[in-house]
C-alpha cells in the first residue's frame, strides 16, 4: 500500500500499488476539478440506483441478513397490513415479515465510514454493518459523533508509536481520523484552550480492551507536551507491570483482567507540560484472595511470587518448602509457565526501582505476601482444647508470623480476640452465632492484601505526584468489564 499526498491540498489517498499512486497523481494534477468531479458523479450514480432498488436489512434471530423490498409477489398477492416482502441475497427467497423485522440499508460507500453518525440511515443492522466492515480492514476505531468505539482486535497493531502520535500532535478533532490517540488529542487541546479538566471514560465488557487504551492514552500525554520529565514512558511501562501483577487474574471471560477502577489523573501546567500525575484506586476485588469464583485462579502476583523468588529468598521467607494444602491458591505446577510467572517476578522488582522502591520497602512487601501464603496453609480455623479458636496447621502458623514480624499469640490474638464491646454489640444484634473462626481469618487475610495494594498505590503517587500547582487536569476513568 502507497501513501500519497498531493501538493494541491491536504488529500490524502492509499493505494493499491505505486503504479496506480502515480498515474492517480498525474491525472489530479493534469485536472483535479474533473477528476473530482467524476468521481462524485460516479458515486451519486450508484447511490441512487442502490436507493432505487430499496435495499434493506433483514432483522432475525441470528442476526441480519441483507436483501431487497419488492412491492408485490410474483402471483401478485395482496400483503396484509403492517407486512413487507423482502427478497434475501442469498438464496434469492421471497420472504413476508412484519415491518419491524426490515431496517433500511445505506450505500456501499458508507460500509467504511468514519463516523456512524454520518450514516444515511441509521438503525443497529447499519452500524454493524459499519463495524464489521471497518474491523475486516484492521480499522478498529470508529466515531459515534463524540464517542469513540473501539473493537479488540486481539493482536497487536502497529497503530502505535511515537511516530503516529507526533501526526496527531496539534490537530482538532475534526481533522483526525478515528484512532484513540485522537481522544487523547482532543482532551488535550480543549485543556489547553480552556483551561478547565477533561475527562475520558473507558466503558465496555471484559475483555474489549479498556486498560490497553488506557495505556494508549498515558503514552500519548507522556509524549505530547513538550516538556515532561514526571510522567516518562519508563515510570507508565513500571505503573503498569506492578499494577497488572496486584490487581489483574484471568477470568472465565479474560485471560487477563482488571478487578479494580482507577481514576488516573494527569496534571498539566499553563503552557501544558506535565507537572504531576496520581492514581486512585477503588473497588478492589478483595474477596478474591480467599473466595475465588469456580474455575478462576487468584491474583497474578501470588504464582509470580511462588515461582520468581531466589533461592536465598525463599528460605528467608519460609517458602523453600512446599505450600501443599494451601486454600488460597495452587502454586503454578507446568514449567513454562513457571518460567513466564519467574520472569514478570524478576520485572516487577526492576519496575520498583524505577519508581524509586527501596530494597526494604519491597522486602516489606514480599514478607506480607509471603505471611498470606503461609496463612493460607494453616487454613480454616477451629476450636482448640481450651475452646477458643485458633489455627489448624501451627507450623504455617508460626512461618506467618515471621514473616509478618510478630510471635504467634500476637497473629493469633489479631485473627480470632474479639473484644468485649465487639462482642456485646453482635449479641444484642443477635449475630453471637455467627463468629465463625475461618470467617475471621478470611477477614484477616483480605484485609492484609487490601493495605499491601494500597501501600502499593502510595508508592507509585510518591514517585508521580510532585505536589507542583497545576492549571487543569485530565481524569483517565478505567473500571472492569461485565464478566457476562
Known amino acids: 500500500v502507497t501513501a500519497m499526498k498531493f501538493a494541491k491540498g491536504d488529500i490524502v489517498l492509499l493505494v493499491e500499488n505505486s503504479r496506480a499512486a502515480f498515474e492517480l497523481k498525474r491525472l489530479m494534477e493534469e485536472n483535479p476539478s474533473r477528476t473530482l468531479q467524476a468521481r462524485a458523479e460516479d458515486q451519486v450514480s450508484d447511490e441512487r440506483a442502490w436507493l432505487d432498488a430499496e435495499r434493506v436489512w433483514l432483522v432475525h434471530r441470528e442476526g441480519f441478513t441483507s436483501g431487497r423490498q419488492v412491492k408485490e409477489s410474483d402471483a401478485g398477492e395482496p400483503l396484509g397490513e403492517g407486512l413487507v416482502r423482502v427478497r434475501i441475497d442469498s438464496n434469492d427467497e421471497v420472504v413476508q415479515v412484519e415491518e419491524d423485522d426490515v431496517e433500511r440499508a445505506n450505500p456501499p460507500s458508507f460500509d467504511k465510514v468514519e463516523d456512524l453518525a454520518q450514516l444515511r440511515y441509521l438503525n443497529e443492522s447499519s452500524v454493524l454493518n459499519t463495524l464489521r466492515h471497518r474491523y475486516g480492514n484492521n480499522l478498529t476505531y470508529t466515531y459515534a459523533g463524540p464517542t469513540l468505539i473501539s473493537i479488540n482486535p486481539c493482536t497487536q497493531l502497529p497503530i502505535y508509536s511515537a511516530k503516529i502520535i507526533n501526526m496527531f500532535k496539534g490537530c482538532r478533532l475534526e481533522d483526525m481520523p478515528p484512532h484513540i490517540y485522537s481522544i487523547g488529542q482532543s482532551a488535550y487541546r480543549t485543556l489547553l484552550y ?286 472492569p468489564g461485565f464478566q457476562n
Open 194 to 479: 480552556t483551561k478547565k479538566d477533561q475527562s475520558v471514560v473507558l466503558l465496555g465488557r471484559s475483555g474489549s480492551g479498556k486498560t490497553t487504551n488506557l495505556r494508549h492514552l498515558l503514552s500519548y500525554f507522556a509524549m505530547v507536551p513538550a516538556e515532561n520529565k514526571v510522567l516518562t514512558t519508563d515510570k507508565l511501562n513500571a505503573i503498569h507491570s506492578l499494577m497488572e501483577s496486584f490487581g489483574n487474574a484471568r477470568t472465565l471471560m479474560n485471560s487477563n483482567a482488571t478487578r479494580y477502577s482507577q481514576l488516573f489523573s494527569v496534571d498539566f501546567d499553563h503552557s501544558g507540560a506535565v507537572v504531576s500525575g496520581s492514581i486512585q484506586v477503588m473497588m478492589l476485588e478483595r474477596s478474591r484472595v480467599v473466595r475465588r469464583p469456580e474455575g478462576e485462579p487468584n491474583f497474578n502476583i501470588f504464582y509470580e511470587l511462588t515461582a520468581g523468588l531466589d533461592s536465598k529468598m525463599k528460605r528467608e521467607m519460609l517458602l523453600d518448602t512446599s505450600l501443599e494444602g494451601c486454600i488460597l491458591f495452587t502454586p503454578l505446577q507446568r514449567q513454562d509457565e513457571r518460567t513466564v510467572a519467574s520472569q514478570t517476578f524478576q520485572k516487577l522488582r526492576a519496575a520498583a526501582k524505577v519508581l524509586g522502591v527501596s530494597s526494604e520497602e519491597w522486602k516489606s512487601i514480599i514478607s506480607v505476601l509471603s505471611g498470606i501464603c503461609h496463612l493460607g496453609v494453616a487454613g480454616s480455623a477451629s476450636k482448640g482444647t481450651s475452646g477458643r479458636p485458633g489455627f489448624k496447621q501451627q507450623q504455617a502458623a508460626h512461618k506467618a508470623a515471621h514473616c509478618l514480624g510478630v510471635s504467634l499469640e500476637d497473629l493469633s490474638r489479631a485473627v480470632f480476640h474479639i473484644d468485649s464491646g465487639t462482642m456485646s454489640r453482635r449479641a444484642s444484634r443477635g449475630e453471637i452465632s455467627a463468629l465463625d473462626p475461618a470467617d475471621m481469618l478470611e477477614s484477616f487475610i483480605v484485609g492484609l492484601y487490601t493495605e499491601v495494594f494500597n501501600i502499593l498505590v502510595s508508592l507509585i503517587n510518591r514517585s508521580i505526584n510532585t505536589g507542583a500547582q497545576s492549571a487543569a487536569s485530565v481524569l483517565l476513568v478505567d473500571t
